[in-house]
């Protein structure tokens, strides 16, 4: 092969990769093509984040940072980047989908092998999490594609009008 067919390759070969890089997480393209009562979704109908050009969150991933940092930031660290117990959910998220994200939370995870014993318990039962699923998912799929950075959002869009009443409806 000769070094300018070598060399075309190689630069075909980056470019290929890189568009796979595009979308880091393993729900494709996490860009909203639409919205129900402030709740936003790709075009695969996946939850997903709408962030303004001024860093403003939309209201499911406000609420899935403090949801997130509630009830699952004790095993998987802070802003989901994992801990010695518990692996980083940014880093999962790229290569997980949303249906694979559920299954988990839902049923449960182990993970064996000889050097360790790897647990993550089921919240199939837990309102605190299992009612603010999509939030969770939300916000760990914004941090996960690099569109939003450690810590809390510091302005969100308001509350959506019928929010309140879907959550009650939810914890009962």
């Given at each position: 092969m000769r070094q300018s067919d070598m060399i075309t390759a190689t630069v075909a070969l980056l470019v290929l990769a890189s568009a796979a890089c595009a979308y880091a997480d393993g729900?494709?393209?996490?860009?909203?093509?639409?919205?129900?009562?402030?709740?936003?979704?790709?075009a695969s109908g996946?939850?997903?984040f709408n962030i303004?050009?001024?860093?403003?969150?939309?209201?499911y991933t406000q609420v899935g940072y403090l949801r997130y940092t509630a009830n699952c930031m004790q095993c998987h660290g802070p802003d989901g980047l994992g801990s010695t117990y518990a692996p980083s959910l940014v880093d999962s998220l790229k290569s997980l989908s949303y249906s694979d994200f559920l299954n988990t939370v839902t049923n449960g995870k182990k993970n064996v092998d000889t050097s360790q014993d790897l647990v993550m318990p089921s919240?199939?039962?837990d309102k605190n999490?299992?009612?603010?699923?999509?939030?969770?998912?939300?916000y760990?799929?914004?941090?996960?594609?690099?569109?939003l950075g450690r810590g809390r959002p510091a302005n969100s869009e308001p509350k959506p009008k019928d929010y309140a009443a879907q959550e009650n409806a939810c914890m009962g």
């Open positions: 729900s494709g393209d996490p860009k909203p093509t639409g919205s129900s009562d402030g709740e936003y979704q790709d996946n939850p997903t303004g050009k001024d860093g403003t969150v939309d209201w919240f199939a039962n999490v299992m009612c603010y699923i999509d939030a969770i998912y939300v760990l799929r914004a941090r996960s594609d690099g569109a």
